[in-house]
């Protein structure tokens, strides 16, 4: 476990990377934060978190509320059910790419990218009455944290601009690759990527990850088995062109969003979150990926 110095360490090392990134601008609400913003959170197996800079603020969580979707789609679902609509390579492509999919017959490439998330939203539309309330159950429930919300003006805000998630949506859906109601599943999938969490909530919510699928609480999120492979898919895809970048100076599977927030994990032994909001070019937080960076050098970590 990590102590409080050397996070703070991190946190000071990072600060002159500000300036060299972007806050994502194309969702409007999310331009409005402030940049400058630097947080880190770990928790490790006794389940205590340490923290330092803003990581007890909350940010959107956008692309991260991914792996939590995944996760419900996989205990709804059986394995064929889920990889028959999904695949499990990295694109080598945009986040928000729809590229392969006229040549892939609308399977997108890996469930982190827009088209692969849509897909698992589609999926847990089908299963479930209230699929927006259930994701925040599950976030409270991992994180400990009852005061988790989806925030509604940036929901709206992504919902005012979906011009190219919609046309992923109904591209898939001229392949029968999508089955319900576009505008239901894109509302659905606006409001799980605009949940707000903390450092310390999303180091406490992905927990189980480090610890072959069990949470903070004692009880399972997922069989042994899924847990091995949901960290599998984050390692080659978690941060979509960025990945094989990611792997290399990071070494641990990780999560990024475009609201600057990135979860990794060190397998055995803690989870990690990291917030700084100006993205790099492929759409992960640049000083995030520095302070991952330096935090798996000064403990010595790397899966690989
Ligand atoms: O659909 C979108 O474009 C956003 N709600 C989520 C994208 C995202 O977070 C990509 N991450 N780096």
Partial sequence: MPDVSLLEEVVADATPLLGQGKVANYIPELSKVDGRKLGIAVCSSDGGVVGAGDFQEQFSIQSISKVFS????????????????????????????????????????????????????????????????????????????????????VAQSEYQHMARNAAIAYLM??????HNDVDQVLQTYFTHCAVRMSCADLARAFY??????????????????????????????????GAGEFAY????????????????????????????????????????????????????????
């Fill in 70 to 153: 995944l996760v419900q789609a996989m205990t709804l679902y059986g394995e064929a059910e889920v990889w028959s609509r999904v695949g499990k390579e990295p694109s080598g492509n945009a986040f928000n790419s729809l590229v392969q999919l006229e040549h892939e017959c609308g399977v997108p490439r890996n469930p982190f990218i827009n088209a692969g998330a849509l897909v698992i939203s589609d999926l847990l539309q089908s299963r479930l009455s209230t699929p927006k309330h259930r994701m925040l159950e599950l976030v409270r429930e991992l994180s400990g944290n009852s005061q988790i919300f989806s925030d509604k003006a």
């Fill in 173 to 178: 859906k001229s392949f029968g690759n999508f």
């Fill in 208 to 241: 189980f990850l480090s610890n072959k699928g069990v949470g903070l609480d004692g009880k399972r999120v997922l069989p042994e088995k899924q847990n091995r492979q949901v960290n599998a898919l984050l390692a080659t895809s978690g941060l979509y062109d």
């Fill in 249 to 304: 100076r990071v070494g641990m599977p990780g999560k990024s969003g475009v609201g600057g927030g990135i979860i990794a994990v060190v397998p055995g032994e803690m989870s990690v979150c990291v917030w700084a909001p100006e993205l790099d070019e492929n759409g992960n937080s640049l000083a995030g990926i520095a302070m991952l960076e330096m935090l798996g050098k000064r403990l010595g970590r790397s899966i690989f």
